[in-house]
Each structure stands twice: as C-alpha cells, then as structure tokens.
C-alpha cells in the first residue's frame, strides 16, 4: 500500500463535503434508526437534498456507507480496548456494548442485512464481501493467537472466527427483540469456551 | 396437561381446513420464499382469498404461524436426530441442513425476525416470547446435559443456551450471504465447544 497523497482544491472540498453528510447520516440513524429522512440529513449539513444525491445517488448507498462506517468504528473501538490486555474478550464485549449503545445504528445492519440476502438486493454483494473481509481478517487474527496459546488451536481457525460472527450477529437481534438479555455476558462466555482447553498443551507458549 | 379431545363435527371441519392452508402456505414459502402469493396459496387449497382471511385475517399471521410450524418441524427433526447418539452435535447439524434445504423459509425467518426488532411492530411480541422460550428449553436441556456430563458445566447453562441460539441465527444469515459458507461444519467446531473441559473432573459422571 503506497501512502495516499492529500487531496488539494476542490477535490479536497468535495471529499470534505462527502465526509459531512456521511457523519450527518451515521448521526441521523444513531438517534432515529432507520426512519431517519434524507432531508433531515440534509438539513444537518445544510445542502439541499439533490446536493446530497450528488454525493450518494441513493438512500441505499448512503446507508450502506453508514453501516460501512459502524464497522470501522466497532473495530478501532474493539481494537482500541484490546490494547489493554485481554484482547478477545475486552473486544467482543465492546462490540455487544456498541450495539445496546447505539441501537439505531443496530437496527439499520439488522435490516440491511436482512433485505440483502436477496441475491436480487443492490445490497447482497456488499454484505458478501462484508463478511468475506471479516471473515478473513478475524481468521488471520486467530491464526496468531492460536499459534501464541491464546485461543484454542483444536478447531479451525476459520471455523471460530465464523463462530465469532454469528455470535455477535445472532446476540444483536436477541437483544433487539429482548433488551432485558444480558448479551455482553453471554459474549463472555462464548470468549472463554475460544481457550486453550486444560491439559492441551497449548496454554503458555 | 391434560390429553385434549379430538374436536367433533363443524369445529374439526374448521381446523382441517386450517390446517390445510397453513399447510399450503409452508409448502409455498417453501418454494418461493416471502414473495409466496395469497392468491397461490388460496388456489392449492382450492378456497377463495377472502375464505383463507377467515381463518389467517392477515398475511402477517398467517407467515407467521409458517414460522412457528418451522420450529416444531425443526424441533422434531433435532430431536429425531438426538435418538440416534450424540444429540448435541446431531441436533446443531440438523439445524443447519433445515436452513441449507429450505432457504424460502429461512429468508422468510430472517426477514420478519429484523422485521420485529421494531417495538412496533406487531411481531415483535411472538419474536421476544419465541426467543424466551426457546433460551428456557435449552437451558433446561443444558442443565441435564451438564448434570450427565456431556456439556461444560464451567459456564450457566442460560448463557450456552443463548450463545447456541445466537450461532444458529448468525450462521444462517452467512449462509445466506454465502452459500459457499460450510455452516454445518462451523456448527459442529463450536457443538465441540461446548463439551466438558478436560481434567475438569466433569467428563463421564
């Protein structure tokens, strides 16, 4: 990856203008959900609604930029609280946190997501890949840490770190049906069943 | 409870033909999904739409009565399954072939699940209550399966309970984003999961 140079002039501006209303939108489903208008976005960066077509030609685009977004954040967020210790467990709870803190933003990818599985939906190539991209990424992940005693070294480490996923997805649309669930409990839990079993050898490296 | 009488004259006319159009309605979802007409399944039970709207007064009870027929099917077939040996493992795995085989009615369970994480939503009740459900049998199962030994007794049981359920909903939703994803294996790396630790005292009781 070569270093990206900084934009000047009026590209710069107008990556400027993009980054305005995509927070403004990521703001607008944080307090409303779905149900957040495009002229209320609008308004909150204070263009006109073809202004913001210009930008994101449709209300599915700028909503899946949205939910691009959350994921970004989720993981500087897990990331960040990894770097104080125990990582996978101060990770996934800091994603089931994320979700009870910011239902708006959990309702819009439960949806999105929902409607996607359609392989007719404008959406179902993005939440391929979303998951393809996560997918790899948390594999790699674990491929270190079972190799550094951390996580089990048992079971593929592609297969737990699905596992992870579906935890996390499946959790979200419990809680969301049933905000009384303790979900950063049951994360947790599902964190200590990804040890190293006892007497596996694996424990300290 | 007690055994119920078998329903006499007009009344078990009634509920075969209830049953009938649920039936119609299964095998139509079965094949196309959520987009299965009321015409279409009025037509396979050879009535009129307004005489199915008698017995289901809207496509929403009627799609969601398929769910819960879904869910004793799956039941069933989990616990057939169980029968035969390693329940945990078998009945994981079954699950996971019920979504593969029947992906109309697993599009139409994901639908109307993110559907009902609206409050207002008039499914939202039958989704919390189904989860409850649900988490209480298999906390339940779990509880006898930990006294027996065969599930870790280290975590509470309600946690495992609801970590499986969230593995098998998250899962689904990957597979159906997909199809290449071998969700049947990634549930049984994680039915492994829940096993006893070793030398943790709690493997044959």
Redesign the interface.
């Known amino acids: 990856m070569t270093k990206q140079r900084k934009p000047r002039g009026p590209y710069r501006k107008s990556a400027e203008r993009r980054e305005q209303i995509l927070q403004a939108a990521y703001e607008a489903v944080d307090e409303f959900g779905e149900r957040a208008s495009l002229h209320d976005i609008a308004e909150r960066v204070g263009v006109t609604q073809p202004a913001l077509t210009y930008y994101f030609p449709t209300r599915d685009e700028l909503l899946l930029a949205v939910l691009e977004r959350r994921d970004v954040l989720g993981k500087a967020f897990a990331g960040g609280a990894a770097g104080a210790g125990e990582s996978m467990v101060d990770g996934m709870v800091a994603s089931t946190r994320h979700t009870t803190d910011h239902p708006g933003l959990a309702?819009l990818y439960?949806?999105l997501?929902?409607?996607?599985?359609?392989p007719e939906s404008p959406a179902?190539g993005y939440?391929?890949e979303r998951?393809?991209g996560l997918a790899a990424e948390v594999t790699q992940d674990f491929q270190e840490q079972q190799r550094a005693g951390v996580i089990?070294a048992?079971?593929?480490a592609d297969?737990?770190a699905?596992?992870v996923?579906?935890?996390?997805?499946?959790?979200q649309?419990?809680w969301?049906?049933?905000p009384t669930?303790d979900?950063a409990?049951?994360a947790e839990?599902?964190t200590?069943?990804?040890a190293p079993?006892?007497?596996?050898g694996q424990e300290t490296p």
């Open positions: 309702k439960v949806t997501s929902a409607a996607a599985t359609d179902h939440f391929t998951y393809r089990r048992d079971e593929p297969h737990l699905r596992a996923l579906a935890v996390l997805d499946g959790l649309i419990q969301m049906h049933d669930v979900i409990a049951i839990t599902f200590r069943m990804l079993p006892a007497g596996s």
